[in-house]
Every structure is written in structure tokens, then in C-alpha cells.
């Protein structure tokens, strides 16, 4: 089943006219948690236009997020080859190795499009396929980030459904450890140094994370990181 506005995607939190309930919105970008799903929050703007484009998707049994998007989504929305594009991405989780690959590949055949890829929480951070995926994307000229504070508000007023939310009730706040960790892991990854981010399973199946940093080489990494 193709990731378009369907059933499925009523069911799963995205709502006609391209915005996320505020239940699945907290669920899946919630980075002290790890969810199955993953969700793909875009905006797509033209050099045409004056208005950028917004929408959801998530993943299907079949379909990771990234690919339809590139496979469907895009194809759908593009008229003119020539006209320059800037695409973001706001990702509950970052590509895998294999969405990195196909992500290179679609960038090479569309020169004129600019990548932006926020996420909240890295994929499978220790694998080095993965790794190598990430580092290879922001080797072509895509920039990778961990969902900052001003990037989760700026979701939560442009994609978030009007219905679900009260400001009175501005979600997320306390998220500034998790993207502290998040952050150093992301830059040791793009370093191409060991692992310092580890997540292990405490009581109740809750996910426990820790920084391990063990060499010089690290610690001038991660220093050097100013998360916000």
C-alpha cells in the first residue's frame, strides 16, 4: 500500500489537508522514547512559488517514508526541471543506510533540489551501514540535524492539526537532554569516531541513555558540539 492520504493514515494520526494528530505527533517525536513508526514531517518550497508546500507520511509494512516521498510525493508535486527546490525533512527518526543510498542517488538526478534533514532521534546509531549512510549524504552537500527546540515549535505550529492543540498545552519541554545526546552521537557519527551514545533498557522496558566518551579523540569531537 502506497503511503497517501488513506484510511491507514487516518487511523495512524495524519488527517486530511496534511497535518499530524497531536497524539501521533507526540508519540513518535518524543526522543526519550523510541517508537516503531516513523514519521516524515515536509516542506516543499519552489523558486516558482512564494508559498511552500506541507505535509505527513509515515511508513508502511512495505515502504520506508523517505521512498515514498521521493517515489511518489515528489514526482507529483514537480512541473518545471528547471526550477531550483528546497526540500526539508523533519524525521522521527534519521534515514537507514538503504533510504541514504536512495536519497544519493534521487539528488543526483535532481541537481537542482537542496536537502534539509532535521530528526529526532538517530536509527540503529551503532550499525555501520548506517553510519556510513549518514556520513555519505552530508559528504554530497545535504545537512543532517538533531531536532532542536525552535525546530519541535516550529512543527508543532505548522504541522500539528489546529483541532488536537491548545497553546496552554505547547508540547515539547523538557526535551534538552535528549538532544544534547543526540547531538554528540550525530557529530560522532559525521567525525567518523566511535559510538559515545548508549541506550539500554531499564525497568518497565524504559529506554536508559548515557554518554560514554573513552579517548582524546572524542572529547575533542564533542566539545566542540554546542547543541541548543
Known sequence: MA?????DHVS????KGG???LEAFMENYDPSVLPNEIYLLYEI??????????NCCHNTLIEHAEIYFLEDVFKKQRSDPSDHCSITWYMSWSPCGDCCRAIRRFLKEQPNVNLVIYVARLYLHKEEHNRQGLQSLVNIGVSIRVMDLPAYSYCWR??????????DDYWPRHFAPWIMLYSLELQSILQNILSC????????????FSLCVEDDQ???????????
Do not use: H, Y
Open 197 to 208: 551514545l548508549e541506550i539500554s533498557t531499564g525497568e518497565n522496558q524504559i529506554p536508559v
Open 218 to 228: 572524542q572529547k575533542r569531537a564533542l566539545t566542540s558540539t554546542n547543541p541548543r
Open 158 to 167: 505548522t504541522f500539528v492539526d489546529e483541532e488536537d492543540k491548545d497553546e
Open 12 to 15: 495512524r494520526g495524519i488527517r
Open 45 to 54: 518550497k519552489w523558486s516558482s512559488s512564494k508559498k511552500a508546500w506541507q
Open 19 to 21: 497535518k499530524i494528530s
Open 3 to 7: 503511503a497517501g492520504w488513506n484510511g
